[in-house]
């Protein structure tokens, strides 16, 4: 792209101008010049699902979600504000609340995105009352365990099992609140899927639920990939 295209094809993003190509939709483009907007369901290997609201963005000042609205030229997106931090990290409090997130005993502690964007948002303590579910672990698995207590049904599970791996091991069920993953096999048990640690769907989780067996502390605490970088830090350095 040259100077000119860029100038044609840029918005501004808390009033830093960011360059964009066709198609691309706010949070790529902002991710791509390493500006970090929150975010928890997106990925940039998949296309985007919309549910959890982190990357809920001012457009024109109208409220939008950063991985579904398409960039365009001359929009005003505000990002950064005292106002959208609180409403993210309200709804950081929620999903903690609404699951078992206890990271002092989560072998995901400093990999896991739930908790990297929550110290982000300056998140201290869960503020709502704790929902303490009780859903089973599926340990049957010889190489990998599922907790579904941690589940934040951010789908990219579903989608790296149904369109990389052309298993669809996983899929979502129930509505509303008893929304819930489940295991797509005779018995609803992992070990009567087609899963293997190789596949996209295993590596893929942001949050604890999907864990290689033997593999826990492989890496120590405080060498971990959150513990070297903050979430912002590391879209800002260039490595998402
Ligand atoms: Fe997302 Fe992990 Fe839940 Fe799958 S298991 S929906 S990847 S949080
Ligand atoms: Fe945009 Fe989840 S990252 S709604």
New binding site residues.
Partial sequence: MTDTDQALHSFTLDGKQVPFSAGETLLQAATRAHHYIPHL?WHPDFQAQGSCRLCQVKVNGHPGAACTVQAANGLVVESNTDELNRQRKTLLQMLFVEGNHFCPSCEKSGNCLLQATAYQMGMEGPHFEEFYPDRPVDASHPDIL?D?N?????????KASRDVDGKAV?A?GGHGIATH?LVNSESGQLADSAMTLHDRAAS????G??LPKRRGFSVPIGQRRFDMRSVAQEVQGGTE
């Fill in positions: 369901c599922l579904f941690r589940c934040i049904l951010c789908e990219l599970c579903v996983f979502i993953l893929i989780c942001p949050v639920v999907i």
